[in-house]
Structures are given as C-alpha cells and as structure tokens.
C-alpha cells in the first residue's frame, strides 16, 4: 500500500464494526485520527466517538476516501452501499467486505473503478477478542495489502487465509459454529441441574470447560482425539458418557450442522 500512515474507513459501526474498531485501537494498528466511521444511526456514531475519539460521519462516501474501507453492514444492504461509495473508490483502495455470501464478483460488478478486495469472515467472538476470521484475496492485492487486513483481524482474533470458493465452508463451520458450541454448553450446563446443581453453578462449570479444552487444542499441540483418550480411564466416568453421545449420534449431527450451513451459505449466494 505504499509508505505512509494509513487511514482506514469504517463503514458500519454496528456490534462487528464496533468490535474491529476496538481491535484495531487497542493494538495500536493506527492512531484515531487515521479511522473514519460512517453509519446512519447518529446515537452509534455519538457513543463511538465519544468512547474512542475518531471521526464520524453519516456519509459514506466519506468514509470510502480513506485507504482501506472496511464494509461492514448486513450482507442485504451491500449493494446500496457499494452503489453509494462507487464514484470515490480508488484503484488502489482496499475493500475488506465482511458481509457473509457477498462475492467479490458481487462488489466489483457494482463498482465504477476496480478495487482491491478483500472478503472476511469473521465470528461474534471477535467481540471479546477471541474471533475466527477468514480472508480470501481478489485481483491484484498485494502481499502488504493481505498482511495489513490480517493485521486488522488478529487484533480481534486469529486469522487464516482460504481460497474464495472456500468461504462457504467458513461460513459453515466458524461463522455457524459459535451458536453449535452456545447449544452444546446450554445442554451441558441443564445436564449439571439435571443432576443438581444449582443453574448459575452448572452454566459456569460447562462455559470454563468448553473454554479450557478448546485452549488445550489450540495450545497444546495434540489431536483432540489424544486429548479426549487422557481424559477417558478404562471403565470410567467419561467413556460411559461418551458411549451415550456416540449412541446419540452427536459426531455425525455437527458434521452435518456443518453441511447443512455451507449449503445455506452457498444458495443465500446464488440469490
């Protein structure tokens, strides 16, 4: 993107827009001077800058002249927006879309200009520091344009980087997947009062337990199978209850939760 600061236009300053903006500030990505927030609700647009001083604005356009303008609106008012923005987006411009089943082919055919797009998807774990955010790169982004969007992404989370064909599949697993996970710990937690424990009890023991075993996957640099073996003695407590989740089919189910919202993803992108 060439030498200099950086400014970064924030369309959308909903709960993801607002959860990127505190990532980006909290890591010191750049300065609030260098950001510009645009959306229609002004009362957002008061808290935003008064929380985090950083112009606001409920044009835009404005916001689409800084270097990289990040969309971040409901996937249904894209099109709107792209049509808004057209006539200030610059060659060099770096378009980050976060809008689920919006194509790059979608958002450079409502462009007057190429651009330099990028499509994320990230989850509302983003919002507590701890998202899932997938990039996929369009035409002509350069390796500088990439490493800045992840930049902006892994303060919020951790990133990887997937063909566009592939977004789908995010969608299906990571975009889908933090709503799996709230059910399973909502089963959990009712299995705890099932057996008597008082409900505020059982939601924290089953929301820390989830919490711990994904750290111990993600840190400890074992298969989840090795993992789930160390915590299952012959005989025991653990393989009596797994025997009953593999009776209720509880692998196969989330496989085809996975599926089911790819395929979802994927006709909301046709139409």
Do not use: W
Not at 49 to 76: L, S
Not at 90 to 98: A, F, M
Not at 205 to 218: E, K, P, S
């Amino acid at each position: 993107m060439g030498r200099g600061k950086k400014k970064i236009g924030l369309i959308g300053c909903g709960k993801m827009g607002g959860a990127l903006l505190a990532g980006i500030l909290r890591a010191r990505l750049i300065s609030p001077e260098e950001i510009i927030c645009a959306d229609y609700d002004r009362r957002r647009l008061d808290e935003i800058r008064g929380q985090y001083n950083v112009e606001t604005t409920t044009r835009n356009k404005r916001a689409a002249e800084a270097d990289i303008v990040i969309i971040a609106v409901k996937p249904q008012v894209v099109g709107e927006v792209l049509d808004d923005i057209s006539s200030v987006i610059k060659p060099s411009t770096v378009l980050v879309s976060i809008a689920a089943g919006i194509t790059s082919g979608f958002i450079e055919k409502r462009l007057a200009k190429e651009a330099l797009i990028i499509r994320a998807m990230p989850n509302t774990p983003a919002m507590v520091g701890e998202g899932m955010t997938a990039l996929s790169v369009g035409k002509r982004v350069k390796e500088e344009d990439l490493s800045f969007a992840r930049n902006i992404f892994e303060a919020v989370g951790k990133t990887v980087v997937v063909k566009e064909d592939l977004m789908d599949a995010v969608t299906g697993l990571s975009g889908s997947g933090p709503a799996y996970i709230f059910t399973i710990i909502e089963a959990l937690a009712d299995g705890g009062v099932q057996m008597g424990l008082d409900r505020d009890t059982a939601r924290l023991m089953a929301a820390q337990t989830v919490l711990g075993a994904a750290r111990l996957v993600m840190e400890g640099n074992r298969h989840p199978a090795e993992l789930r073996d160390m915590v299952t003695s012959p005989g025991g407590t653990t393989i009596a209850g797994l025997r009953v989740m593999e009776e209720g089919k509880i692998r196969a189910t989330l496989m085809a939760a996975v599926e089911a919202a790819t395929r979802r993803s994927q006709a909301l992108a046709r139409g």
